[in-house]
């Protein structure tokens, strides 16, 4: 990647790690913080990627949603690869493994597959991006393809897939930057809504997003690095239901507690659900 494009991402998505010192110490477990941050920051890139797509006009051939997906797992890649994170494939597979869990508690809770949906389905969701974690170096994981059961008639491609959604970020941030005015655009404001007190860990869950100042970095870069032509606006706040999104009318990306509340709840399963994959490997 020449290394003027690769400023430009680990510009807009190179975010400092999170505080983890100086808040109140919580009842989150290491493990359960770490797949409600990776989870969270995955789906705040997910809808910044629709924000860029609506307010500067990319071009999307496919899925909106699927294209949402790919800079949503691209940035989050970028920004764990620039913190140095121990943890980084770790931290990719709880991202992946959530979409693997939301599908069995749906099944669990005898929800059916909407095909019609816009998304892909809760499995597939999975699978495209255990494919792209396996696909950013196949030569060292191998053993993600035993975690995820990622089947081999997939993974044989997975490294074309990953070089493919490279390859179109490259190219957006080429264009983008020769077509940006030389005037300076709007900015994007953040703010928080007081979680109520059905939302599990709220006080805690505020107190680290706040200070680990993720929200208002993507903004901050975000605003800076783009033309966006008007003002636009975060918002963290109780929505009634497990839900992010981003609306085109408004300009307000929207990121739910009741969201965030439901990644904290299902992470207990995930040890479960992991020892089951790892049974089934042995069994082969
Ligand atoms: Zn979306």
């Not at 510009?11 to 009842?27: I, K, N, Y």
């Not at 949603?65 to 690869?81: C, I, K, T, V």
């Amino acid at each position: 990647m020449p290394a003027r494009l690769l400023t430009l991402l680990l510009a807009l998505f190179c975010l400092p790690v999170q505080a983890e010192h100086g808040t109140p110490s919580g009842v989150l477990a290491v493990d359960q913080l770490r797949f409600v941050t990776a989870n969270a920051e995955f789906t705040l890139m997910h809808e910044m990627g629709h924000l860029l797509i609506h307010e500067l006009h990319l071009p999307v051939l496919g899925r909106e949603e699927d294209a949402a997906d790919q800079l949503g797992f691209y940035g989050l890649l970028l920004m764990q690869r620039e913190q140095l994170d121990k943890n980084f494939y770790g931290r990719l597979l709880d991202v992946a493994d959530y979409w693997r869990l939301q599908w069995q508690h749906s099944q669990a809770n005898g929800g059916a597959s909407v095909v019609w949906d816009s998304h892909a389905l809760d499995q597939q969701r999975f699978y495209n991006l255990s494919c792209l974690i396996y696909g950013s170096d196949p030569d060292h994981l191998e053993w993600v393809l035993e975690v995820t059961g990622l089947p081999i008639e997939r993974a044989l491609y997975c490294d074309q897939e990953y070089a493919q959604v490279e390859q179109a970020v490259q190219w957006l941030l080429t264009r983008i930057q020769r077509e940006r005015p030389e005037h300076q655009g709007q900015a994007i404001r953040v703010s928080y809504e007081e979680p109520l007190d059905s939302i599990e860990h709220g006080p805690e869950l505020l107190s680290r997003v706040r200070a680990s100042k993720v929200l208002e970095n993507v903004a901050q870069r975000a605003s800076s690095l783009f033309y966006l032509p008007r003002a636009l606006q975060i918002r963290v706040q109780n929505c009634g239901a497990a839900d992010a999104w981003y609306d085109r009318n408004t300009g307000e990306l929207s990121l739910c507690w009741e969201l965030i509340d439901h990644y904290a709840r299902l992470m207990p399963a995930l040890q479960q659900l992991r020892e089951q994959q790892r049974l089934a490997v042995k069994r082969d």
